[in-house]
Nanobody, 119 residues
Framework: QVKLVESGGGLVQPGESLRLSCAASGSIFAGNSMGWYRQAPGAVRELVAEMSYGGNSNYAESVKGRFTVSRDDAKNTVDLQMDSLKSEDTAVYYC?????????????WGQGTQVTVSS
């Protein structure tokens, strides 16, 4: 089993920055993908950013150039630096670890952390 603990959400004004952190523990295997999703009220959960074990990253178009995902495999952590925040970035952000065992995909989720961007 994998446990994910997130931190760093909060209330900020438009244009400000926040950094989210997620620490993973348990059965973490090499080759996984780590990243962040978000879900706004009334919307579906969507990918924000993810990074493969090899360091390749993938971002939602809406956050490219503003958000940066990073991971530390020695510590099993994944961070999301969010700059130039906009009101439309308001959502609950979820940490995700995706790994494969004998070809079967497993997704693990954190409890979510609220990010509110408002003046």
């Amino acid at each position: 089993q994998v446990k994910l603990v997130e931190s760093g959400g909060g209330l900020v004004q438009p244009g400000e920055s926040l950094r989210l952190s997620c620490a993973a523990s348990g059965s973490i295997f090499a080759g996984n993908s780590m990243g962040w999703y978000r879900q706004a009220p009334g919307a579906v959960r969507e990918l924000v950013a993810e990074m493969s074990y090899g360091g390749n990253s993938n971002y939602a178009e809406s956050v490219k150039g503003r958000f940066t995902v990073s991971r530390d495999d020695a510590k099993n952590t994944v961070d999301l630096q969010m700059d130039s925040l906009k009101s439309e970035d308001t959502a609950v952000y979820y940490c995700n670890v995706r790994q494969w065992v004998t070809g079967v995909q497993f997704d693990y989720w954190g409890q979510g952390t609220q990010v509110t961007v408002s003046s």
